[in-house]
């Protein structure tokens, strides 16, 4: 898989200079390689003890799929922007899925056995409760409903400003 940016303009990048881009994937060394650490978080996607340190994906939990690192990599990305220029945090309220994901894995992940725990939306012990909920739909317009309730549509798409 090719680096999303280019590493020449990265390193142009006051800080970034020496910036590396590493593949895991190269020659077939280091393939899948998971789960060797799991920062603890707030739902904010913070690492406790931080106050400018956000993670995604596995390293804020025990996370299966690219949807999963896609969805906590959003609200860890756009949390990391607004406290760069000291702009309260979003927490995603739990009447939403990905809230109730980011929440409700955070807390089992903390439990005794919590670190044998796998949290995906396709087929885990997360899509167990998803369909409990009544979160399990593909229906764009209960989905958008919801989102328009919690008064959160269009969140990424709003410019993060001082």
Known sequence: MSPFYNLEKLRMIPG???AIIVDPY????????RY??????DNYMRVKGLSNLFVAGEK????VGHTEAIC?????????????????LLQLPTNLLIGDFIA????EMHKPE??????????SIYFNRMKELGFYTIDKKIISDRVKKASLEG???KPIIK
């Open 72 to 88: 906590t990599g959003s609200l860890a990305g756009h949390n990391a922007a607004r406290n760069s220029i000291g702009m309260y």
């Open 114 to 123: 919590g670190d044998t725990l796998r949290f995906t939306f396709a087929g």
């Open 104 to 107: 409700h894995s955070n807390s």
């Open 155 to 157: 969140i990424y798409n």
């Open 26 to 33: 190269a020659g077939g060394k280091g393939n899948s390689i």
């Open 60 to 63: 804020s939990g025990f996370y």
């Open 16 to 18: 970034f200079e020496k």
């Open 36 to 41: 060797l650490s799991v920062a603890p978080r």
